[in-house]
């Protein structure tokens, strides 16, 4: 399925506000709430649109490079300063203190394999990184939803 820019716009909105009503979703971006509900509904029937936690296909976003990076860090450094790191790399979309060698479980998603590179090198460049052990994702086999 293609999507236009509206459609995006109301991707945008609902990553922001997933229980934002068709009436605020409209006013921001210039649609009655009878078409942004009938866009959303074509968008849920086609799959972009995999759930209300608002769960949007990735290569619908642009961002299906992804990858598992752990991270091992010099010293004691605390979640709240991993936190602080990790959190100012928009491709970082998820991130946990783990137990083992690692200090971290990163998963990054990016638009590219360059866009990646990119993204594994600011973790990289981080000064309290010590060094990082990657794992690129070539097919997702089961995802679970909780």
Do not use: N, W
Not at 94 to 114: C, F, I, K, N, Y
């Amino acid at each position: 399925m293609s999507i236009d820019d509206l459609d995006r716009r109301i991707i945008d909105e609902l990553k922001l506000d997933g229980r934002i009503s068709y009436q605020d979703m409209g006013e921001r971006i210039g649609l009655s709430p009878t078409a942004v509900k009938r866009r959303m509904d074509r968008m849920a029937s086609a799959g972009v649109i995999r759930g209300y936690t608002v769960l949007v296909d990735p290569s619908v976003d642009g961002r299906d490079t992804e990858a598992f990076v752990e991270v091992f860090c010099r010293g004691t450094v605390g979640p709240d300063e991993l936190r602080r790191i990790l959190s100012g790399i928009p491709d970082v979309i998820e991130a946990q203190t783990v137990t083992g060698e690692a200090d971290a479980l990163v998963r990054l998603r990016a638009s590219s394999m360059p866009a990646l590179e990119d993204a594994l090198e600011k973790v990289r460049l981080a000064p309290q990184v010590d060094s990082t052990r990657s794992a690129i994702v070539l097919s997702q086999l089961i995802a679970r939803r909780e």
